[in-house]
């Protein structure tokens, strides 16, 4: 009989708390199929102050306040709350990194009503991606697999090969990137490295694009497997090496994986579901 794996479903979204697209749904309905067939999943979301507390049931954790996360030469402070992923059957765990300047406002990546990306978006995500990390340290929680979600968790890959890539605690995590787009919002200055506390050396082949630090190039880079969601995603990573993607993708090991579903209801859900526990257990059973 295969063991249970322990799973961190990282996204920066998720239904019924907070969705503006394919992410959200996925990471809202997922977990829960995940959950049903045995596995420790449990998911981390930023937690955005337009988030409803009081309709969600969400609660600050006491122990879990004023977690340090370098952001540059600063530590900004981190606090958590939780709730629960609920269906029929099942209830997810979900942990939200709060903090109040990056995520005290309206909008997720850009402002409702200038439709402008946040200028600080970079250390809104370095702050969330590092701060998945150490709140993990803290939880005392350690799951096999890391699985990230699009460019907002791109650096968590990064960061597992680099900064703590001596840390015990993480000697055994593997990581799972999953790829929904090619966002060209996905890319900074590149004062952004340090920021990220990552050095440019690091990407000058593959990772930058004319100086520009590009998260969703790093998880490619970083992360033990790619997987895709979408034809965009699908056919963006092979078919445009004018972004660089091409190349990445020729320099890695394995290929990505196409996660193409019939829909994420009913048996759709179930099939994707067992897709990604097959991934996470082959992962799992080939640590090299």
């Given amino acids: 009989m295969s063991k249970n794996i322990g799973v961190l479903y990282v996204a920066s979204e998720a239904d019924p708390f907070i969705k503006t697209g394919t992410i959200g749904e996925l990471a809202g309905n997922l977990p829960k199929s995940i959950k049903a067939q045995g596995h420790d999943i449990r998911v981390m979301l930023p937690g955005y102050g337009s988030i409803n507390n009081r309709r969600f049931q969400i609660h600050n954790l006491l122990r879990m306040r004023d977690i340090d996360v370098p952001v540059g030469t600063d530590l900004e402070r981190a606090y958590i709350k939780s709730s629960y992923l609920n269906s029929e059957t099942q209830k997810v765990l979900v942990y939200f990194l709060a903090n109040d300047r990056y995520y005290n406002r309206q909008g997720l990546y850009f402002h409702p009503d200038s439709k402008k990306h946040f200028t600080d978006n970079d250390e809104r995500f370095i702050f969330f991606c590092r701060g998945v990390l150490e709140t993990l340290k803290r939880l005392q929680w350690q799951p096999q697999v890391i699985h990230c979600h699009d460019w907002q968790c791109g650096l968590i ?20 990137f999953t790829v929904y787009s090619l966002a060209s919002y996905a890319s900074f200055p590149k004062s952004t490295y340090a920021k990220a506390g990552l050095s440019s050396s690091l990407f000058e082949s593959n990772g930058g694009t004319n ?52 829909g994420l209801n009913g048996n759709g859900q179930s099939v994707l579901a067992q897709k990604f526990i097959d991934l996470y257990r082959d992962l799992v059973k080939h640590p090299g």
């Fill in 157 to 176: 890959p990064a960061y597992l090969k680099t900064i703590y890539k001596d840390d015990p605690y993480f000697r055994n995590i593997k990581t799972v």
């Fill in 211 to 262: 100086g520009k630090f590009n998260f969703l190039k790093a998880g490619l880079t970083f992360a033990d497997v790619v997987t895709t969601m979408g034809t965009k995603a699908d056919k963006g990573i092979r078919l445009a090496p004018q972004d660089g993607m091409g190349e990445i993708m020729s320099l890695r090991k394995t290929p990505a994986v196409s996660m193409m579903s019939e």
